[in-house]
């Protein structure tokens, strides 16, 4: 029986939260951050709409039978395509677009997040979580999984990208998401790769990164 991860979701967010109010993160909103051609202030903003998300999907009436984690990553045409195709590039222009709003803005949309998303994590709910830009649906599980993994892994872009060092999560918020990488990377580029990465690297590929 898979664990419930609304408490692990909550700190992973606390975390985050702390690094998005950086005042590093205000001074370089309009530089260029590690993630090509997007600022620092729209991927500050990409990163608080992971929980931004949460609240709204988990509020949201439950969607069709689910389809799993695997499948969700297999399916996503961001992951299929490159950095130029249209998925990734509108998700840079709509994060522009709201960094445009200023780091205020944000300011103001972390604080009000807060107990919503306090609310939203504490009423119990039945049923998969529809996520209506896909049309697809994941267990409640799956789809706090796949938040966590962006709030980690945009949480190390963030903090790369105004010099500050990247912010520790709790193991229970972390695990899931090692888990998720590694079985992904192992989809991607076969076992073996995967084991010489992490026990020899003297045989390791190149890379073995998960998307």
Known sequence: MEHSLRSPFADAVDVATGLVL??????????????????????????????????????????????TAR?????????????????????????????????????????????ELADVLATPREGSVLIPWQGWSLSEHDFLVTRLMEIVVHSDDLAASVGVVTPEFPPEALAPVLDLLTGLAVR?????????????????PAAISAF
């Open 22 to 67: 950086r005042p590093e993160v205000v001074a370089r909103w309009a530089a260029e951050s590690a993630c090509a051609d997007m600022s620092v202030g729209a991927l500050a903003r990409h990163l608080v709409s992971q929980w931004a998300n949460a609240v709204r999907l988990l509020r949201a009436d439950a969607g069709a039978a689910p389809i």
């Open 71 to 115: 499948e969700h990553y297999e399916r996503a045409a961001w992951v299929r395509g490159g950095p130029d195709d249209d998925a990734n590039v509108d998700i840079r222009h709509g994060s522009e677009e709201l960094a445009a709003e200023g780091p205020e803005t944000m300011h103001a949309l972390v604080a009000a997040l807060a107990p």
């Open 188 to 204: 991607r580029h076969g076992s073996t790769a995967v084991v010489r990465a992490l026990a020899r690297p003297q045989r390791a």
